[in-house]
Each structure stands twice: as structure tokens, then as C-alpha cells.
């Protein structure tokens, strides 16, 4: 399968612990977007990687969250002391360069429940 | 700042009988526009997009939209749903963030019900 992996695709966890959560994207994108999902809302952008280079940054992207992309491959999405209100569907996408706007390919996503 | 709104959160049709989704959007410049799909629990696919040029689009699975930039409006289509249509729609645009990029700003979704 080529198309943008995540990993785990389920994740609960107590209040206060760290999750990490993995994306891989098609192999020849070099753009990497990161969202959220919460119940009865689309997408809401988080941040944006071209290469490694993390470009942008949501309002909504708290100091408790952190993305990686070390390599410009795979991206990492670390939240700290997570809390109730992050539990929400973890999106990742990827996209060719060469346009400033393409079409993104999304995972399937990291659904994320917070006891 | 741009936005999306889908003012249908449900409809429900019939099998086989003909679809339309509504999308206004909202933003200064030539907006690039999507319609995804997203089956519960899963990611979302792309069904069609709009760049530039016609103004008709077709996509995959028998959908079409159609650009109204009078009515900053990006309708989805189908003439004739199936059950496995059934699944929730988004919306999008795509806009240029502060780095010389783009992001995606999607409306809050339609959920598509099929009935027998």
C-alpha cells in the first residue's frame, strides 16, 4: 500500500500521560500537514512541514504538542500531559510540492481517547 | 480569513435517486476548492477538486461539482446515489498560510444517509 500510513490507529491513555502518535507519507511528498477531528467538526489544520523544515503552526497547536519530521520522511505528533479535551481524531496528510496549493492525501487517522 | 459552510449537517435520500450537497465558501482570491469524503473511522479520499478553468468537474465515483464564483458556491453532484454512498462529506478550501503555503479550511461536513 503507497498511500499515507498512521500509527497506532487507536490510542487511550489517562490524563496526564504523553502519547506519541507516527505518519508516513507517500514516499515522493514533500509536504506533510498534521490536523485534528473532533466529533461533528471537519479538519482543523495543525501544522505543516516542507522537508523537515516545520513551517507552520495553528493557534490550536498548544505548547503541550509537538511535531517532528526529522528526516523529511515520517512526522511524529507528541502530545504532553494530555488532557480530556484532546481526545479527537488525529488526521495526517501529504501533498506534491510544485503548486502553492495541491490536493493532500490523508491517512486514516489516530483516533485518540483521553480517560 | 477564509471559511467553508456546508449548511446541511444530514440529508437523506433515497437509492437511486439524485444527490446535491451544498458548499459556500468564503475567501479573497481565486480559491482552489475540494470535496472529500470520509467513511466512519477512516481518513478522508478526495472525490474532486477545482483549480481553474471548467467549471464542471468530475470526479470519481460518478460525482461532479460545479464552481459558481458569482455564488462563491462548489455544489457536489451524483444523478443516481447507491447505498455505499453513505458516509460524510467535506467541503474545503485551500488557502495560502503566512509562509507562502497553502492549508486546507473545511466546512463541518455533511453526513449522507441512504434509504432503501
Redesign the interface.
Known sequence: DTG?S?DPRHKITKRGQNVTFRCDPISEHN?L?WYRQTL??????LT?F?NEAQ??KSRLLSDRFSAERPKGSFSTLEIQRTEQGDSAMY?C?SSFSGR??????????T?LTVL | AQS?TQPDIHITVSEGASLELRCNYSYGATP?L?W?VQSP??????LL?Y?SGDTLVQGIKGFEAEFKRSQSSFNLRKPSVHWSDAAEY?C?V????????????????TMLLVSP
Open positions: 499515507v498512521q509536504r500537514y461533528g467538526q471537519g479538519p482543523e489544520f505543516y516542507q513551517l507552520e488526521l496528510a502553492s496549493v495541491n490536493e493532500q492525501f490523508f491517512g486514516p487517522g483516533r | 467553508v482552489y475540494f472529500y473511522g477512516q481518513g478522508l479520499q478526495l477538486k483549480f467535506f474545503a485551500g488557502a495560502l498560510m503566512n509562509s507562502g503555503y497553502s492549508t486546507l479550511t473545511f466546512g463541518k461536513g
